[in-house]
T-cell receptor, first 118, second 113 residues
């Protein structure tokens, strides 16, 4: 199997603070991980592609200084929401793939993290 | 641009009927098309996928068809059951180094007993 674990599942923070979300591939190495954001009853919007050992690739309109991504190892990627504001409240979900390059394969999703900024 | 359109947004069927969800994509170079099912509060789960070198794939009650010329692919669920009720997302791969997946807007399927 392929298991992706995400932590924390829920976090409530005050406006202006930073929040870190971890995404781990438990039984496989993931060169590439993807971070998505999902608003209630809406689709999964790709925020950025996290690449082990290099800088993340951000989608248009996503502030890289706001959403810091670090892919420090082949099994761990982190998303830090800096200086969070109420509009950052959302469901953040990571995913990882066993495939590389042209061999895009199934995405395995983490459990998601529900961020509420007060 | 990179775009995946999905419709309908909601679909209501009676148990035992068939359900069809359709998606179109913008990049002719896309080569991987998965379908995910997401139940309320849970992570998306892959239910079936298809690559650009085949036109159709079937797995029990679920099938996917791909028309590369039209850049169109569809999910077919036969003999629907109440447990099929969920949100279904189509996705397409887009090139640019890491073959990211872009998702459609989702279809909320309700199967009534």
């Amino acid at each position: 199997g392929a298991v992706v674990s995400q932590h924390p599942s829920r976090v409530i923070c005050k406006s202006g603070t930073s929040v870190k979300i971890e995404c781990r591939s438990l039984d496989f190495q993931a060169t590439t991980m993807f971070w998505y954001r999902q608003f209630p009853k809406q689709s999964l919007m790709l925020m950025a592609t996290s690449n082990e050992g290099s800088k993340a690739t951000y989608e248009q309109g996503v502030e890289k200084d706001k959403f810091l991504i670090n892919h420090a190892s082949l099994t761990l990627s982190t998303l830090t929401v800096t200086s969070a504001h109420p509009e950052d409240s959302s469901f953040y979900i990571c995913s990882a793939t066993k495939g590389q390059g042209a061999n895009t394969g199934e995405l395995f999703f983490g459990e998601g993290s529900r961020l509420t900024v007060l | 641009g990179e775009n995946v359109e999905q419709h309908p947004s909601t679909l209501s069927v009676q148990e035992g009927d068939s359900a069809v969800i359709k998606c179109t994509y913008s990049d002719s170079a896309s080569n991987y098309f998965p379908w995910y099912k997401q139940e309320l509060g849970k992570r998306p789960q892959l239910i079936i996928d298809i690559r650009s070198n085949v036109g159709e794939k079937k797995d029990q009650r679920i099938a996917v068809t791909l028309n590369k010329t039209a850049k169109h692919f569809s999910l077919h669920i036969t003999e629907t059951q109440p447990e099929d009720s969920a949100v279904y997302f189509c996705a397409a791969s887009f090139s640019g180094g890491y073959n990211k997946l872009i998702f459609g807007a989702g279809t909320r399927l309700a199967v009534h007993p």
